[in-house]
Structure formats: structure tokens, C-alpha cells
């Protein structure tokens, strides 16, 4: 008999050294696989930057946790060499009273700056924005330039976009790309080498959304964020937006499920936790599906009369319930990269209606050819009157498929227009709505088509 030998547990030391070479994601990714204690462990046995840059990572999930674990006074210097927005997103995670402890033990400039990211709402550019950027007066030459920006560097997010201040009111007048630095003549005034044309920037209350379409459209490094009067206050980076609308759409493709969106990765949601995110949504999906139910009660006389029609309720809902969820998607996908707007309401009816019309009228030819093939190959019987039963089918097809798509394509833009998300708007909630709708309209029509035959 083979004896199963159990790998022994590798110390946190050794893990640390073996660790100390890789990139620093390889490092997040290892230690996101490790209890938060070992993980603190592991970072202890790093040498200071490599820690700090591991910190730096908004991939490190617990890294809220990790903190906490540390001593107090190694971890103060840790979040000291962070930089100023990846130690207010950990601080949000934080809770008191550690929270005031560790902020009591940054220096001055950090714990200000944290103050003034936390100030902003967490879907604003202002708390997603770094205040260590490189900026220089307007008078100062190429040869200067360079030379502050090998001084600051290791202190900087980034130095790929210099931001260029007016010397008397202290307001952004250009931005200037490193390359265009680079190629300059030392002696040139910094202006000289800046584009003519007006730099692009945000407010701190602008939404991320709008900060990730500035970029994405003009191909930016970083976004400068201005105050009232002008003056740059902070800077949105590329990676921090990607990370942002990373997150951002792991939410809403989680609340598509119909389920609230998870705060941590799924390997790492407790069991409780779990079905508290999805017992919400899942018992008001249930209790609105229970008006399906009622539905089928206010037609159970027909039912009785015409057994035929209940053959079909399953294809009629999945029907409805699908082209309402194209068109929900569509919608809201189109509404976050702002390509339509609330007032285009009604040229989305508008287009939609037709689009619901042509497939609905698709479908329901499918359908009557599948009634029609099967009653003559002699497959199934559908009585005597089956070209009518197939005539409902398809007419039914038609209505329930233009409602879902019209309902599907509206439902995103009422929620937006009270305040909600529109990602609310959820594939499952659409095909519920229309699952009820769609049973009225099939039996309305099958009580106009098959008046004084089945009915």
C-alpha cells in the first residue's frame, strides 16, 4: 500500500526569497493565492521598494487585511512610499479604529493628501486621481525640465506628461508628452516643445466614465485634473482607469446575473456572504415570476378548452424573454460609452420597433413551419384545427417579440432617468417582465384567432 506523503509547508522566509526577483504582479498573484497572514509574512521578508511596489497594486486583494496585519511602524513607512490614491482605496477598506490609528502615523503630506482623495465619491475621477504628477513654470528651458524630472522621478506616478504652469496664477497652459522633451533642444523654453493646441483635463467630480472616454479618444498617458480656477490638482493615469473600468465592469456583468455585484474575487466571498448577494435578487426574481402563475390562472379556461396551446408557453416566454435581453444589452452598454443619451429615447422606439417586428415575424415563421412540418409528417397531432394553432404561434411570436424588444431597449433608459444604474436592468429582471407580458399577449391572440373552434 502506497503511502501518501503530505508536502511539507514551505516558511514564509523562504517564499519571500524566491519571490524577491519576480515582477510585481507575479508577486500579487502569489500572495493572493496565501492566507493574509502568511502573505504579511511574506511581504516582511521583501526588501522595502520591492514591498512598497507590491502594496502599489490594485490587484492585491487583501491587501486592507495584509496592512493591518503588519507592525504599525513598518506599515506606516510602507503606506509613506504608496502612493497617495492606492492608500485611500485601502483606507475605504479599513475600519475603525484602525483606520484613525494608521492615518495618526503618516507624515503630514501623505495623510493630507489621503484626506483630500477620500473627500471625493468613490465613482468620481477625484477619488480615483494621484496627486504625484511633475509640473514646471512656463519660463523654465528643455535642460531644466529634464534635469527636475530625474530628481522626482522615483516619486511620481508617472513622467510621461509633463504639466506646464502658468509662473504667475499657478494654471495648467500646456502638457507636454517626454518624447517631445526628448527631441527638444536643451536650450529651448519648454513651450516651445509643447502641442499648440489646448490641453485636455477634468474636474474632480467628473465620473470615471468621462475620464476613460477622454483617454481612450485621444490615446492619453495621464488626464490632469483641475480645480475651479485652473490649478491641477491631481492626475488620472491609464492603468488606474483600466483597473477602474475592470472593476466597474465585473460589476455590472455580475448585476446582468441579477445579483448584487461581489466586493471581492469569487474564491474569497464567504458562504454567508454569498447568499446574501444572491438571495435578494434571486427571491425578487421568484416573487415576480409568481405573476406568471397568475396569468396562467386568468386563462385556465382556456387552458382546459385548447390542452394545445400550453405546448407553446415555454417557447413564447424564452422568445420574449431573449429579445428583451438583447436589447437591455445593447442599451446599456451603449448608454456607459455614451454613444446615445436619455433625450435619443424615442429614436431607439423608433428603431427598435421594426427590429422587434422583422424578428418576431422570423421566429414565428419558424414556429409555424415547425407546427406545419410536424402535423404532416405525423409526428405529433395537433388536431384538426393546427393551422390555426400554428397561425397563434406565429402571430403571438410577432407581438410578444416587438414588446420585449421595445421594453428591453426603454427599461435602461427609465431607470437612468430616476437615478438608478442601468445595469439594474438585468437580463433576468427583462425576461420576467416580459414573461407575464408575453403570456397575456399569447392568449389574447388565441382568443381572437381560435374564437368559436378551440375557445
Known sequence: MNEIVTPLRVEPSVLAARLSDERAPDIVE????????VAAAILLGLSFERAVEVLDQPELAC?????????????????????????????????????????????????GAVDR?????????????????VTVPAT??????LDHIRQVERTRETIYAIFVLDPRTGTLTKAVPLRRLIAGEPGDSVLAVAPERRPLSVTPTASREEAARLISKYDLLALPVVDAVGHVIGIVTVD?????????????????????????????????????????????????????????????????????????????MSSGGNSGSQ???????????HQIRLRDWWRVALRELPTGLVLGAILGTIAVARIAIWQEAGLYDYGPHWPLVAATVGAALVGIVTFGSL????????????????????????????DVTGLVIYFSVALVILRGTLL
Not at 506606516?76 to 475605504?92: H, K, N
Not at 482623495?117 to 504628477?133: C, H, K, N, P
Open 30 to 37: 502569489a500572495l493572493n493565492a496565501e492566507a493574509p497572514e
Open 327 to 337: 436589447a437591455t444589452s445593447l442599451l446599456i452598454r451603449a448608454l456607459a460609452l
Open 240 to 316: 488606474d482607469i483600466i483597473d477602474a473600468m475592470v472593476a466597474k465592469q465585473t460589476q455590472d456583468v455580475q448585476r446582468f446575473g441579477g445579483m448584487e455585484a461581489l466586493p471581492e474575487p469569487y474564491m474569497e466571498i464567504g458562504f454567508f456572504t454569498m447568499i446574501r448577494k444572491r438571495a435578494g435578487w434571486l427571491c425578487a426574481l421568484f416573487l415576480s415570476e409568481m405573476l406568471t402563475a397568475s396569468a396562467m390562472q386568468g386563462f385556465e379556461g382556456e387552458l382546459e378548452r385548447a390542452l394545445v396551446l400550453t405546448l407553446f408557453i415555454p417557447l413564447i
Open 117 to 133: 482623495l477620500s473627500a471625493y465619491g468613490e465613482e468620481t475621477v477625484g477619488s480615483l486621481m494621484t496627486t504625484e504628477f
Open 63 to 111: 491587501a486592507a487585511d495584509i496592512i493591518e496585519i503588519l507592525p504599525r511602524d513598518r506599515v506606516a513607512a510602507y503606506l509613506t512610499g504608496m502612493s497617495a490614491d492606492r492608500v485611500t482605496d485601502v483606507f475605504r477598506e479599513i475600519e475603525e479604529p484602525g483606520r484613525s490609528d494608521l492615518r495618526a502615523r503618516l507624515d503630514a503630506e501623505t495623510r
Open 407 to 434: 421594453a428591453g431597449s426603454m427599461l435602461p433608459f427609465a431607470l437612468q432617468r430616476v437615478g438608478f444604474d442601468p445595469a439594474t436592468a438585468s437580463a433576468p429582471f427583462v425576461a420576467t417582465l416580459v
Open 140 to 145: 523654465w528651458t528643455v535642460a531644466r525640465t
